[in-house]
């Protein structure tokens, strides 16, 4: 049973019932080609045109044109060659066609692609024009009116799909007055939530695409205005009367007439003030779950049914991995690459802070959506924030249980480090990233430690923005040097016999190591000490900017694993001598899953996602099996301790896979010879193992 609560309506849509019944029927029954004049042929036709006529009557096609395509992509393709050949034309005839092609801020970037690629394809030399928004996403009317008389084209949107503004198209129509302009409107987002009457208006062309309201992706429409221009994208067999070759997607276009009689008949979808409702509801959650949450979208000029926002501390890399855990699907409001969200053009055209707009969040849903949906989603949305708080990444009245041992911040590229001892709610900073500093900030705050002393590997670099940010949670050393080590601090013997000065934190000792040779540079060990001494096969971990394995090698031995203070190839941690792996060695396909764990019942089964994603997630168990729950930034300590025991196998798995292969060839390199990934990650296996309550590294 799934319990997945998909909340991306805007990018598709699931498939409706009587579309997939509808699709079966034109795949089964009535599989002829339209085209054929027998009566299996005639069949087919029938669906074509009742599909048509149901969708001429819907959206007010009146004397107009309405051709079945492959979607809105290929329909915003066809206007714009439609209206640019006919542009060159008139131009080459000695009219005067204006000089500009306008196109909406926030339109979808298959428009100005479009624009931009038959513009040059057909020589036309026209300016591509952005036609800016307002604060809330509406286009700038007196900015139109200024542009109309030199505008060859307009595009513009019915409703965005990032925001679901709705445009004000009687506004756009009257600043187009007297203009020779072509009108392009995007109606994708519109279908079904708002109400069209295409030959009323001037728009020349409207594209629709089917999978945006419950019919499946490939199958969409193009609208063109009666006496309209019209070049075919594609020619060939002369179907859609000349308008677009090709044997027509008879399964999309019977699935997409079954959602538009649906629409018709008035009997399936809910009315804008039910979905309102539902928004006001997911509103709500939203603000309750996550302190500070603000909408980037004005509600009173948008579809009800998309709530974009964003929530100040908190990446859209974070919130959609938080809510993905919790089987609530949604989008980040902009691309993302694997780490840094890319600011929405949406949002920024809006004049939105590049907080706002690169860790903004799109919820999205559709006309369908019911009571019980919206209940779960609420739910759901509120174990979010609780998994957020308990993870400190938004604050909260009740202090989290505090971890033991090492953190690594920031896997990617530069680290810090951060030594924690939970039982004196103590720790030590080595090597603070200046981008770390909110981060460090409200880890210790939330779990209420104390620094004892933030130190680098270098001279002189960067503290005091921490300290600042940390206010009474910092002990002031009044004596530290540049390095940030206290200059009195007591004083241990090394393996080779040195003295070294030394921070007792818990049961344990962190011992500074210059790295000689005039270097400046400084490593930092940390081990149990011995009666005074902290001999090598004590050091469990080493921290240095470089590696500097003469110095090290005589104070720490080969156990010892070294972690950079750089990490440009998510290492997390190494050895003095590292083994070779193969990824392919580490990788576990998840078909196989069950029955490696029933040759092994000593595997261990070990989560690596963010601890905020680990405490969201719902499915219940893989057969039984809980999981550990070990973040990269912890693989660092568990990894010390794995390769101390008797090693059993160690399967880790992520959301996808990447994660989890990283720390598998990780364990691998440290000489765990029985560290695999889940390949293809939760998103392919199905149901994740329950969680364990967190044990504490040993
Ligand atoms: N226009 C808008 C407003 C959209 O939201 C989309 C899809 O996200 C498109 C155009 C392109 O539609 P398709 O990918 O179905 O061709």
């Given at each position: 049973m799934t319990t997945e609560i998909y909340l991306d309506s805007n990018a598709t849509s699931v498939v409706l019932p009587a579309a997939i019944a509808a699709a079966t029927d034109a795949m089964g029954q009535r599989y002829g080609n339209p085209s054929s004049t027998h009566a299996t042929g005639l069949k087919a036709k029938s669906i074509l045109d009742q599909t048509r006529a149901c969708a001429v009557r819907l959206l007010g096609v009146g004397d107009?044109?309405?051709?079945?395509n492959s979607g809105a992509t290929e329909g915003i393709h066809t206007a714009v060659l439609s209206a640019l050949v006919s542009l060159r034309e008139r131009r080459a005839a000695g009219e005067a066609i204006g000089s500009l092609l306008v196109y909406g801020a926030t339109e979808h970037k298959a428009v100005p692609e479009s624009l931009a690629h038959w513009n040059r394809l057909l020589g036309?030399?026209?300016?591509?024009h952005k036609l800016p928004v307002d604060h809330d996403g509406a286009h700038s009317l007196p900015a139109l009116r200024e542009v109309a008389?030199?505008?060859?084209?307009?595009?513009?949107?019915?409703?965005?799909n990032e925001t679901g503004v709705i445009s004000d198209l009687d506004g756009i129509a009257a600043a187009l007055e007297g203009s020779k302009a072509l009108w392009l409107v995007d109606c994708v987002q519109a279908l079904g939530k708002l109400k069209l009457d295409l030959s009323s208006t001037r728009i020349d062309y409207a594209p629709f695409s089917g999978?945006?309201?419950?019919?499946p992706k490939g199958v969409g429409m193009l609208y063109v205005r009666a006496g309209a221009p019209f070049t075919p994208l594609i020619t060939g067999g002369g179907q859609e009367g000349g308008l677009r070759s090709g044997t027509e997607n008879m399964a999309g276009i019977a699935a997409l007439g079954a959602v538009l009689s649906a629409l018709e008949r008035g009997d399936t979808f809910r009315g804008t003030a039910e979905l309102c409702g539902f928004r006001a509801r997911l509103a709500d959650s939203l603000r309750a779950a996550l302190p500070g949450v603000v909408f980037n979208n004005p509600f009173d000029k948008a579809l009800p049914t998309t709530l974009n926002f964003a929530v100040p501390g908190l990446s859209s890399r974070e919130l959609m991995d938080v809510f993905d855990a919790a089987e609530v699907r949604v989008s980040a409001g902009s691309a993302c690459s694997s780490s840094k969200a890319a600011p929405s053009y949406v949002l920024d055209a809006m004049g939105l802070p590049l907080w706002r707009s690169a860790g903004a969040i799109?919820?999205?849903?559709?006309?369908?959506?019911d009571e019980a949906t919206i209940a779960a989603a609420c739910e759901r949305i509120a174990r979010c924030g609780a998994a957020l708080r308990a993870s400190c990444l938004i604050p909260s009245e009740r202090g989290a249980a505090p971890h033991d041992g090492l953190l690594q911040l920031g896997v990617e590229g530069a680290c810090s480090w951060m030594v924690l001892d939970a039982a004196s709610r103590s720790c030590i900073v080595i090597d603070p990233l200046p981008d770390h500093t909110a981060r460090i900030e409200s880890y210790v705050r939330c779990q209420n430690y104390q620094v004892q002393a933030i130190v680098s590997t270098l001279p002189n670099a960067g503290r005091d923005m921490l300290i600042e940010a940390l206010g009474r949670h910092f002990n002031r050393h009044a004596d530290a040097d540049e390095y940030g080590w206290p200059r009195h601090a007591a004083s241990i013997v090394l393996g080779n016999g040195a003295g070294a000065s030394a921070i007792q934190l818990g049961e344990q000792v962190l011992a500074c190591v210059p790295c000689g040779g005039g270097d400046e540079l400084r490593a930092y060990l940390l081990g149990a000490p011995q009666e005074g001494r902290l001999p090598a096969a004590a050091v469990r971990f080493a921290f240095s900017a470089r590696p500097a394995l003469q110095v090290l090698g005589a104070v720490s031995a080969g156990h010892t694993l070294l972690c950079p203070t750089r990490d440009e190839h998510n290492q997390f941690c190494t050895i003095a001598e590292p083994l070779a792996t193969l990824a392919a060695d580490a990788q576990l396909d998840s078909g196989a899953l069950d029955a490696f764990l029933q040759a092994h019942p000593d595997a261990c089964l070990v989560d690596v996602r963010e601890p905020y994603e680990f405490a969201a997630t719902v499915a219940p168990a893989w057969a039984g099996r809980a999981a550990l729950?070990?973040?990269?930034?912890?693989?660092?300590?568990?990894?010390?301790?794995?390769?101390?025991?008797?090693?059993?196998?160690?399967?880790?798995?992520?959301?996808?896979?990447?994660r989890s292969l990283k720390a598998a060839q990780c364990l691998r390199r440290l000489g765990h010879r029985q560290a695999y990934s889940l390949n293809g990650g939760l998103a392919l296996a199905g149901a994740a193992p329950a969680p364990l309550p967190l044990p504490l590294a040993a």
């Open positions: 107009g044109r309405l051709m079945f036309l030399n026209l300016t591509l008389p030199q505008a060859a084209m307009v595009c513009t949107m019915a409703a965005n999978h945006k309201l419950y019919a799109r919820m999205s849903f559709g006309p369908l959506a729950s070990v973040p990269l930034g912890r693989l660092a300590e568990y990894a010390s301790a794995w390769l101390h025991a008797e090693q059993t196998p160690l399967v880790f798995f992520c959301r996808s896979g990447n």
